[in-house]
Structure formats: structure tokens, C-alpha cells
């Protein structure tokens, strides 16, 4: 069974940085694209920024363009969240997830349902 891990969170001011890890195990990491997304209080869960599979291409939320970085790293089966500038609006539960199909892409078209497996969530508060 898919097992994803988050790591990383925690509280930061507005205008710091963190960077979140995604352990993942129980499956070929290197064929499965990833994504990120967030849920604050009250509100769904939304897309953060997704990966293809290859680390070949990226897809974000306009909300965290220019700001956060994802990355893959298919020896370590890991992928990661650079934040910076960091808002108060940041502040959510950050969810990693893997693909639910083997090499699939990733782009503007992905949503939550293209997600079949979830970690646990890691909490990011950021203060004002």
C-alpha cells in the first residue's frame, strides 16, 4: 500500500521560508507524477503545484507562482516544497499526493480526483 509522508512544517513569519518533504514508499515513485495541495481552516482542499513523473515539467497555482518550488527526487523517492515569501494566506495543512495512473502528466487540467494516494498532512502556519 502507498505510503507518503510529509515533513517540514511548522511556523514561520510572513516573508520566511520552509521546505517540505514528501516521503514516499510501497510503490515506483519514479513512474508516478505528484502534486501538492493545501487545506486552511474552513475552506476545501486545494491544488499547490504538481510534477510529471520525470521531474520534466511543473504546474502551479497562480496563488504560489514565483514563490514556491517543487522538486523530485526519484533516487531518494522524495519530493519536495521550497516556499518563500511566505503570506499569512499560506497558512493551511500541506498534503502531498501521488497520481492515481503511472506516467501521467501533469498541467493545468489536474485536480484533486487525478490524485489517488495522500500523506497526512503537515501543518504551516505563517504570522503576520
Known amino acids: 500500500q502507498v505510503q507518503l509522508v510529509e515533513s517540514g512544517g511548522g511556523l514561520v513569519q510572513a516573508g520566511g521560508s520552509l521546505r517540505l518533504s514528501c516521503a514516499a514508499s510501497?510503490?515506483?515513485?519514479?513512474?508516478?507524477?505528484m502534486g501538492w495541495f493545501r487545506q486552511a481552516p474552513g475552506k476545501e482542499r486545494e491544488f499547490v503545484v504538481c510534477i510529471r513523473w520525470d521531474g520534466g515539467s511543473t504546474y502551479y497555482a497562480d496563488s504560489v507562482k514565483g514563490r514556491f518550488t517543487i522538486s523530485k527526487d526519484n533516487p531518494k523517492n522524495t519530493v519536495y516544497l521550497q516556499m518563500s515569501s511566505l503570506i499569512p494566506e499560506d497558512t493551511a495543512v500541506y498534503y502531498c499526493a501521488a497520481d492515481r495512473r503511472v506516467r501521467g502528466t501533469c498541467s493545468r487540467d489536474y485536480t484533486l480526483s487525478d490524485f489517488g494516494s495522500w500523506g497526512q498532512g503537515t501543518q504551516v502556519t505563517v504570522s503576520s
Open positions: 510501497k510503490f515506483i515513485f519514479s513512474r508516478y507524477t
